[in-house]
């Protein structure tokens, strides 16, 4: 089944890059450490019913911080700070299900 499935999907057919186009990773910021814990946490889902069709991903958040101007001669220049959040993505969380249904066994 899985030569069945490689041959229908061609992953790294280079037809499928030029008509869907290339993904770009601008304006994130991905961290390793980041994506080393989104695994761990998608190794233990909290529901396996949403495993099966959620997981688990850090998503950053820009947050403008309050600056206080004392005589309003300041120069402050544009500053965003980035908070981390999970959020839940519509993908099948597999790594979780393999887990789970083996501690279950």
């Given at each position: 089944t899985g030569?069945?499935?490689v041959s229908s999907i061609h992953p790294g057919d280079?037809?499928?890059i030029d008509?869907?186009?290339?993904?770009?990773?601008?304006n994130t910021a991905l961290s390793?450490?980041?994506?080393?814990?989104d695994q761990i946490r998608n190794m233990f889902p909290e529901?396996?019913?949403?495993?099966?069709?959620?997981q688990v991903q850090t998503y950053y958040v820009p947050i403008r911080p309050k600056l206080q101007r004392l005589n309003g001669t300041s120069?402050?220049?544009e500053v965003v700070f980035h908070k981390p959040q999970l959020t839940y993505t519509n993908e099948m969380n597999v790594l979780g299900l393999k887990l789970s249904i083996a501690y279950t066994n």
């Open positions: 030569i069945i499935l280079p037809s499928l008509s869907l186009g290339e993904g770009t990773l601008e390793t450490l980041d994506t080393f814990l529901n396996i019913i949403q495993a099966t069709f959620q120069n402050v220049s």
